[in-house]
């Protein structure tokens, strides 16, 4: 034998009664030493380590261990203890960090080649990041602060040769598996624990019994490693001494070392009573009692029957109750600081001091009037809803840029003196998600026109690109999270308003996307962005995984989906374990960034009826109002503190995002009534008077009668009736005790006819009374209904493309001329569905349309990609022909985008250009008329050219087309078409205007 093999063979026998047992320990400093500069390498090896500055603890894991004050404290180790490392390694160690750890930049452990190179190092913390590098490669874990100070922890970092892969462990679980290369460790020289090789970037902690191995240990040798071999069960679930426990969930622990058999015993005041022998690791429990604390122990059974007795852990159970009085006390408190700096512009926080702007200015005013929204819902409090139109109508529509690249957005500060910043398209599709709720809580058209608004600017920058997804800027730089997510949301919330399923398609398709490209299928989390060269930015932020989990809940409220719900409990459990303390409430992020967490997991558990989301909101709204709150009431840059930080302009969204915390918490299990629709309600004018229905109910029983009364707008465009009680006529439902769980049915109906043509939209509001203190008066979502009136016979086709995918256009008109599709796709449009042409061979066919008539309007929506050389090449809408004679007419653009109509009356034709032109991959609204004395072409509601004419259109035998020349296939139009409407008559400029505006 020779000398290696025998000192190989005497570190196996002196190792075996320490835990693990491996020829491939190269090194084991257990730090048990208490003065003194040299740490004692526990191998053969003899590779002691000098320590520079770190102080020697008796407070240990195991006896000492060695205190680093993350300056210049570290122990430089013999590179001769690493130099037989080849591809494979494992590091392990105990930690215990100092306070402020968590957001500091330190290492535990670095290892660099001659060259300068890294070998493997750990970063614990890198700003809450562990990073665990070998080589070329990396792998990371973010670790709440609970995991990183305040308490041992034992950490494990393993490099296979094989595979390459990296993998992380905490307490003996695995949470990060990562695949790099195989490269080799080469000549390493340096190696230093506690801080880099220079010394600098050093560990805040204790660091205790740090070993390093040649080989990568199994999974099972790390959880040895954690539990020293342990005969006795460990890793208990619920945690030892956690509270606010699930009533209905089991039991969980590991296994001791050698345990067959478990010995289940539980209590109330001990864990007296036996409650089974079993070989599984869980133990399902009866339903508990609430506020309770139990106790409960394993004892590990071997082979042989010889028992280890286990510790004794405890518990509480959730309380059974939720406090929403006081969190809606909380939000009030705060409601009044933010009016206060609101009308104070020499308060440090008043945040229309235009010199205090910073970035995403918006995405606070936003988050403030969500909160607003929820508060109004449960208050009516006039002050509140005044506070909602000045945040929503007078200070936002400062930010409102109507005309930059042809549409209208929101910049990130207001553009009085001139648009600053840029215009976002998370900030935007955030407004609109807000305004929404604005809209929902008091059925004012303003905020729902303001969000399409919003929702319109965030759509236009949506394309195929990278797959799918939104760019975040006019500069289509990246695609993120951030304007995906949100924009699932928003799309949802337009759904359930309008009942159009284009909003659907659009929640799917971009979760789908997200999921695809931007989801990390090893922590269940998403990516922040995707850059335009395809490049994908690992970052990630607490904000887009609550926000995602808010889109998948409402999806599965919406839909009924079960996948749905399956995905937001895994990002649920993938937030929680990455951002949020379970046993003080702390959340490791900003406050900016936490604002959606208690309507997110407030939505999980009404979806649910898990008791553990409510337990665990508990804890967040009681540490963030009791910890980071200081003496004025406001709130610091982190929910992880106590409230001390200096404030800085972002204090609006640091208060509204705590504002919006403890409304929702307010919100939670609150008495209500709910208004439930499966879409709009939607009735035909004189056609058919087709009626469609909603619900209304209550989701607690009241201690006295409560009544909702329906309120039908009486706005003459647009009549509706409820249940036959006559147009604009109030109708009042009634809810019992004895019967409130009932849901009544509100039948809705349109009146004899609209004055305009066209389609109308009405909103049906609500109101309540009830002598039970718990049901407000108001505060309930409004209904909005849309009214088709079709019965005008000057409206001769029109194709809305509102039927979505499929094959036929439908005709809105009473004409129910039906075109059908060659090609062309289906797309966001200028409102709702669109199709999308490519200018080479699609187009829509309108075989029994008889329009060609004298007079004459045509009217579209148009998004050119490009325009042709010449006017006469871009066909927008066409029936003409020049086979015999000139006959027909023609919309059509091009020449860098001019518009021209051109008629036939079988001797000539007659043509109107537009002198103006414009912008390609913006829309805009054409139209043209023949009143039989002039041409007339429109672009955006206004005149653009005229010429005379007076002789009757000869009508061509051809069939009517969009987006190609009926006559000729080469002339033909490559972009989007919206809405395209003809009437046989001129229409006036006014009301071209008013198709243009919407109205």
């Known amino acids: 034998m020779n000398k290696l093999s025998a000192i190989v063979g005497l570190a196996m026998v002196l190792f075996a009664s320490e835990g693990i047992a491996s020829p491939q320990l190269l090194g084991w400093w257990k730090f048990d030493e208490t003065a003194g500069v040299t740490a004692f390498d526990s191998t053969p090896f003899g590779n002691d380590g000098t320590v520079v500055n770190a102080t020697w603890s008796a407070d240990g894991?195991?006896?000492?261990?060695?205190?680093?004050?993350?300056?210049?404290?570290?122990?430089?180790?013999?590179?001769?203890?690493?130099?037989?490392?080849?591809?494979?390694?494992?590091?392990?160690?105990?930690?215990?960090?100092?306070?402020?750890?968590?957001?500091?930049?330190?290492?535990?452990?670095?290892?660099?080649?001659?060259?300068?190179?890294?070998?493997?190092?750990?970063?614990?913390?890198?700003?809450?990041?562990?990073?665990?590098?070998?080589?070329?490669?990396?792998?990371?874990?973010?670790?709440?602060?609970?995991?990183?100070?305040?308490?041992?922890?034992?950490?494990?970092?393993?490099?296979?040769?094989?595979?390459?892969?990296?993998?992380?462990?905490?307490?003996g679980v695995l949470v990060r598996t990562d695949f790099g290369s195989t490269l080799s460790f080469a000549s390493i020289d340096r190696l230093v624990i506690g801080a880099q090789t220079q010394g600098s970037y050093g560990y805040l902690g204790k660091l205790d019994d740090f070993r390093i191995y040649g080989?990568?240990?199994?999974?099972?040798?790390?959880?040895?490693?954690?539990?020293?071999?342990?005969?006795?069960?460990?890793?208990?679930?619920?945690?030892?001494?956690?509270?606010?426990?699930?009533?209905?969930?089991?039991?969980?622990?590991?296994?001791?070392?050698?345990?067959?058999?478990?010995?289940?015993?539980?209590?109330?005041?001990?864990?007296?009573?036996?409650?089974?022998?079993?070989?599984?690791?869980?133990?399902?429990?009866?339903?508990?009692?609430?506020?309770?604390?139990?106790?409960?122990?394993?004892?590990?059974?071997?082979?042989?029957?010889?028992?280890?007795?286990?510790?004794?852990?405890?518990?509480?159970?959730?309380?059974?109750?939720?406090?929403?009085?006081?969190?809606?006390?909380?939000?009030?408190?705060?409601?009044?600081?933010?009016?206060?700096?609101?009308?104070?512009?020499?308060?440090v926080y008043?945040?229309?001091?235009?010199?205090?702007?910073?970035?995403?200015?918006?995405?606070?005013?936003?988050?403030?009037?969500?909160?607003?929204?929820?508060?109004?819902?449960?208050?009516?409090?006039?002050?509140?809803?005044?506070?909602?139109?000045?945040?929503?109508?007078?200070?936002?529509?400062?930010?409102?840029?109507?005309?930059?690249?042809?549409?209208?957005?929101?910049?990130?500060?207001?553009?009085?003196?001139?648009?600053?910043?840029?215009?976002?398209?998370?900030e935007n599709t955030l407004l609109a998600i807000a305004l929404l709720r604005a809209y929902q809580v008091t059925g004012d058209r303003a905020y729902?026109?303001?969000?399409?608004?919003?929702?319109?600017?965030?759509?236009?920058?949506?394309?195929?690109?990278?797959?799918?997804?939104?760019?975040?800027?006019?500069?289509?730089?990246?695609?993120?999270?951030?304007?995906?997510?949100?924009?699932?949301?928003?799309?949802?919330?337009?759904?359930?308003?309008?009942?159009r399923s284009i909003y659907l398609t659009i929640a799917d398709r971009l979760l789908s996307w997200m999921d695809a490209t931007l989801l990390d299928s090893r922590d269940g989390l998403y990516f922040d962005h995707l850059r335009a060269d395809g490049f994908l930015v690992d970052m990630k932020w607490l904000y887009n995984q609550t926000t995602a989990m808010l889109a998948y809940l409402r999806f599965h409220a919406v839909a009924g989906n079960s996948a749905h719900l399956g995905r937001a409990l895994e990002l649920a459990e993938a937030i929680e374990a990455r951002w949020l303390d379970p046993v003080t409430g702390r959340v490791n992020a900003i406050a900016e960034f936490s604002y959606d967490i208690v309507e997110a997991y407030g939505a999980l558990y009404q979806q649910t009826g898990e008791e553990r989301w409510l337990a665990l909101l508990q804890r967040i709204l009681a540490f963030t109002y009791d910890q980071c709150r200081d003496a004025n009431g406001r709130y610091p840059d982190s929910l992880n503190e106590v409230g001390t930080s200096p404030y800085t302009e972002w204090q609006l969204h640091k208060l509204a995002s705590v504002l919006h915390m403890y409304w929702h918490a307010a919100q939670i299990s609150a008495p209500g009534v709910v208004v439930a629709q499966s879409g709009p309600s939607t009735a035909v004018a004189e056609q058919d008077l087709?009626?469609?229905?909603?619900?209304?109910?209550?989701?607690?029983?009241?201690?006295?009668?409560?009544?909702?009364?329906?309120?039908?707008?009486?706005?003459?465009?647009?009549?509706?009736?409820?249940?036959?009680?006559?147009?604009?006529?109030?109708?009042?439902?009634?809810?019992?005790?004895?019967?409130?769980?009932?849901?009544?049915?509100?039948?809705?109906?349109?009146?004899?006819?609209?004055?305009?043509?066209?389609?109308?939209?009405?909103?049906?509001?609500?109101?309540?009374?009830?002598?039970d203190p718990s049901y407000h008066a108001g505060g309930v979502e409004s209904v909005t209904v849309r009214i088709t009136d079709n019965d005008d016979a000057r409206l001769k086709g029109w194709w809305a493309f509102e039927d979505g995918p499929g094959q036929t256009a439908a005709d809105s008109s009473s004409s129910d001329d039906d075109g059908r599709l060659f090609g062309p796709t289906w797309s966001f449009g200028q409102d709702g569905w669109c199709l999308d042409f490519d200018g080479v061979n699609d187009y829509v066919s309108i075989q029994d349309s008889d329009v060609s008539s004298s007079p004459l309007t045509v009217s579209a929506w148009i998004r050119a990609e490009q325009w042709p050389w010449s006017v006469a090449l871009g066909v927008?809408?066409?029936?003409?022909?020049?086979?015999?004679?000139?006959?027909?007419?023609?919309?059509?653009?091009?020449?860098?985008?001019?518009?021209?109509?051109?008629?036939?009356?079988?001797?000539?034709?007659?043509?109107?250009?537009?002198?103006?032109?414009?912008?390609?991959?913006?829309?805009?609204?054409?139209a043209a008329t023949y009143d039989e004395s002039h041409l007339r072409v429109y672009i955006d509601g206004i005149e653009q050219g005229s010429?005379?004419?007076?002789?009757?259109?000869?009508?061509?035998?051809?069939?009517?087309?969009?987006?190609?020349?009926?006559?000729?296939?080469?002339?033909?139009?490559?972009?989007?078409?919206?809405?395209?409407?003809?009437?046989?008559?001129?229409?006036?400029?006014?009301?071209?205007?008013?198709?243009?505006?919407?109205?």
């Not at 929702?455 to 289509?476: N, Q, Y």
């Not at 201690?703 to 009680?725: F, K, L, R």
Request: proline residues 5%.
């Open 947 to 999: 010429t005379p004419w007076s002789a009757p259109i000869l009508p061509s035998p051809f069939p009517l087309h969009i987006g190609r020349s009926a006559f000729d296939a080469n002339r033909r139009f490559e972009g989007r078409i919206d809405d395209v409407r003809i009437y046989d008559a001129a229409l006036s400029a006014v009301e071209i205007k008013e198709i243009y505006e919407g109205s």
């Open 448 to 499: 729902f026109d303001r969000a399409e608004n919003a929702f319109k600017f965030v759509m236009a920058h949506a394309d195929m690109a990278l797959g799918g997804g939104i760019w975040w800027s006019e500069d289509r730089a990246l695609k993120p999270t951030a304007t995906a997510a949100p924009t699932v949301l928003a799309a949802l919330m337009f759904y359930e308003a309008t009942g």
């Open 350 to 426: 008043y945040f229309e001091d235009e010199t205090r702007i910073a970035d995403s200015f918006t995405w606070g005013l936003s988050t403030y009037l969500r909160s607003l929204a929820t508060a109004y819902e449960l208050t009516c409090y006039g002050v509140v809803l005044n506070l909602m139109e000045g945040v929503a109508i007078d200070a936002l529509d400062g930010y409102y840029d109507p005309v930059s690249n042809g549409i209208g957005g929101y910049w990130l500060q207001p553009i009085s003196s001139g648009p600053t910043g840029a215009r976002l398209t998370d």
């Open 690 to 771: 087709a009626p469609d229905s909603y619900t209304v109910s209550l989701n607690t029983r009241p201690s006295a009668p409560v009544s909702v009364t329906i309120h039908p707008d009486a706005d003459p465009d647009a009549q509706v009736e409820v249940n036959g009680a006559g147009v604009g006529t109030a109708v009042t439902l009634v809810f019992s005790p004895s019967d409130w769980e009932v849901k009544q049915t509100v039948v809705v109906r349109a009146g004899e006819d609209a004055l305009d043509e066209g389609l109308h939209t009405s909103s049906i509001a609500h109101s309540v009374s009830s002598s």
């Open 61 to 171: 894991r195991h006896d000492g261990s060695l205190l680093f004050d993350g300056t210049q404290d570290f122990v430089s180790i013999p590179a001769t203890a690493v130099a037989s490392l080849d591809r494979e390694l494992t590091v392990a160690f105990w930690q215990e960090g100092s306070p402020g750890i968590h957001d500091a930049g330190g290492y535990a452990v670095q290892a660099k080649t001659m060259g300068g190179g890294i070998a493997f190092q750990v970063a614990l913390t890198w700003y809450g990041d562990i990073y665990w590098d070998t080589v070329q490669d990396r792998t990371y874990y973010w670790a709440p602060s609970h995991e990183t100070e305040g308490g041992w922890r034992h950490w494990a970092f393993t490099k296979n040769a094989t595979t390459g892969q990296l993998k992380i462990y905490v307490d």
């Open 215 to 347: 080989n990568e240990l199994t999974a099972d040798e790390i959880a040895q490693l954690y539990t020293d071999g342990g005969l006795k069960a460990s890793h208990p679930g619920p945690a030892d001494g956690a509270t606010g426990f699930d009533r209905n969930s089991d039991l969980r622990w590991a296994s001791g070392a050698d345990g067959v058999m478990h010995d289940v015993y539980f209590g109330q005041t001990s864990p007296g009573l036996f409650m089974g022998t079993q070989a599984a690791t869980t133990f399902d429990l009866p339903t508990l009692e609430p506020n309770t604390t139990y106790f409960w122990r394993i004892d590990e059974v071997d082979g042989l029957g010889n028992t280890t007795v286990g510790d004794v852990w405890s518990f509480g159970t959730y309380g059974g109750s939720w406090p929403a009085g006081k969190y809606r006390n909380w939000g009030e408190q705060t409601i009044a600081l933010l009016e206060a700096d609101f009308n104070n512009p020499d308060s």
């Open 876 to 926: 927008i809408v066409d029936r003409m022909d020049w086979s015999l004679l000139p006959r027909g007419f023609s919309l059509r653009a091009g020449q860098g985008g001019k518009l021209s109509f051109v008629v036939g009356d079988g001797l000539r034709w007659g043509e109107v250009v537009s002198p103006t032109t414009m912008s390609a991959r913006e829309w805009h609204h054409v």
